[in-house]
């Protein structure tokens, strides 16, 4: 994760883009349910501590678990998949397709061996001898045939945090990946090295693409993440990614979420980390913000057309988690995770959009591409609309907050919303 830049380098992308054309892009033919692997996670101590949640998990993302380059093969000559086949195997079993992403050089690889990285000496430099990544590559590739669908490459280049190689070196990197992928494993895909963030970092991903990573990846992956702001401005974001993608000719392929998180309150007296105190300036959520926003970050990102939203993280140790950090015990984060795809199954999401000043409405569609229902909330504080416009009554009288009483049709004439989504049913015919 990285300190949200927000450049405006790349503030004109999306000018010229129409409410229409942005519609546009899932539209054509049937709604397509919300697919049970758009719902992912991240989770650190699998096995040491934290035990499967739950809740469903559709897919698994499988970084800051300590299965990198580095921990999988320690010496030249030495393997160790002890950890990663627990990671794979339990994934399977609980029917969740698995993500792994290929990063960090071990030292004995390392192009800079002595480099210090929060991560261990070397680790974010390329290797000095491509033919050790092709190696590591096949191994992992060889190991999983069948068992993990998609590969990322690298995660989050775009901050020295992460990487201190080249531009060229990457996409070199991805290039030998995918063709080694392909060789051993035709079914699985292969993931761009995901930036994280606006501005200069989707530079990063245009210059990736346009440097020739374009022709080595299957999906587009980047990290949407506004640690100061609500889920609502991951949309500009999102649409500034698509335009690139439309740039260099690959708007055709699917675009991930790979990670994004937020600043999830502990309340069981862990100590509050640096990392989001001052380090990379978060917001801190309190319980039913942090659900809330949840399950908007959700909706929204499956309405601009995401494929993959993978939450970070189950188990963080720094606060965004969706486990309290000592105790382990849930925040209301994860109960949202389950609510909102209770609300999203065999549905699709479409037409989010402000209907009044502070006021979001989504659109939920049957397989048949009829609305039957919708989303409504309230941006950033509680929000009434004491003059509820005449078409919107009849559509909205399926709402009913907790505890009130349901709104007979046409006379919904005043409507109180939370930032937690309401889900009002439209009237069956």
Request: proline letters at 7%; glycine letters at 8%; charged letters at 20%.
């Amino acid at each position: 994760m990285t300190q949200q830049d927000q450049s405006s380098r790349f503030s004109t992308i999306t000018r010229g883009l129409t409410a229409v054309a942005l519609a546009a892009l899932g539209a054509a033919g049937p709604a397509q349910a919300v697919p049970a692997d758009y719902f992912g996670l991240h989770i650190h101590y699998l096995g040491r501590g934290t035990a499967w949640p739950e809740v469903p998990v559709g897919s698994l993302r499988t970084w800051d678990a300590q299965l990198t380059w580095a921990e999988l093969q320690p010496q030249r000559d030495r393997f160790d998949f002890t950890r990663l086949d627990q990671y794979v195997q339990t994934a399977r079993q609980k029917g969740a397709t698995v993500l792994v992403p290929l990063a960090n050089t071990p030292a004995w690889a390392s192009s800079r061996p002595g480099e210090p990285s929060r991560y261990g000496p070397g680790r974010l430099a390329p290797p000095a001898d491509m033919q050790d990544w092709r190696r590591y590559v096949e191994a992992v590739v060889r190991r999983y045939r069948g068992q993990v669908q998609a590969y990322e490459i690298w995660n989050e280049p775009s901050d020295a945090g992460h990487y201190t190689g080249t531009l060229p070196e990457l996409v070199t990197m991805a290039c030998e990946a995918r063709r080694i992928i392909r060789e051993n494993d035709p079914a699985a895909r292969v993931v761009s090295p995901a930036s994280a963030g606006g501005g200069r970092h989707i530079a990063y991903l245009a210059s990736f693409l346009s440097a020739g990573g374009r022709d080595c990846i299957d999906i587009v992956g980047h990290h949407f993440y506004v640690p100061r702001q609500s889920p609502e401005a991951m949309v500009p974001l999102i649409r500034q990614v698509r335009e690139v993608m439309k740039q260099n000719g690959i708007d055709h392929l699917p675009l991930w979420n790979t990670e994004t998180g937020w600043w999830l309150e502990d309340t069981d007296g862990t100590a509050v980390s640096a990392m989001v105190q001052s380090g990379g300036g978060w917001q801190k959520l309190d319980g039913p913000t942090g659900a809330a926003w949840l399950m908007r970050a959700l909706v929204l990102g499956r309405a601009e057309g995401l494929g993959r939203f993978y939450w970070y993280s189950l188990d963080n140790p720094y606060g965004l988690g969706l486990l309290q950090a000592t105790s382990r015990t849930p925040k209301p984060a994860l109960a949202a995770l389950s609510q909102i795809q209770s609300w999203l199954d065999e549905r699709e999401v479409s037409n989010c959009r402000t209907v009044a000043s502070g006021v979001w409405s989504c659109e939920l569609l049957d397989a048949g591409r009829r609305a039957v229902a919708d989303l409504l909330w309230a941006e950033s504080a509680t929000a009434s609309m004491t003059a509820v416009p005449a078409d919107l009554r009849t559509r909205w009288a399926g709402c009913q907050p907790p505890g009130e009483s349901l709104v007979p049709a046409g006379r919904l004439s005043s409507l109180t919303l939370k930032p937690a989504p309401l889900l009002c049913p439209r009237a069956t015919r």
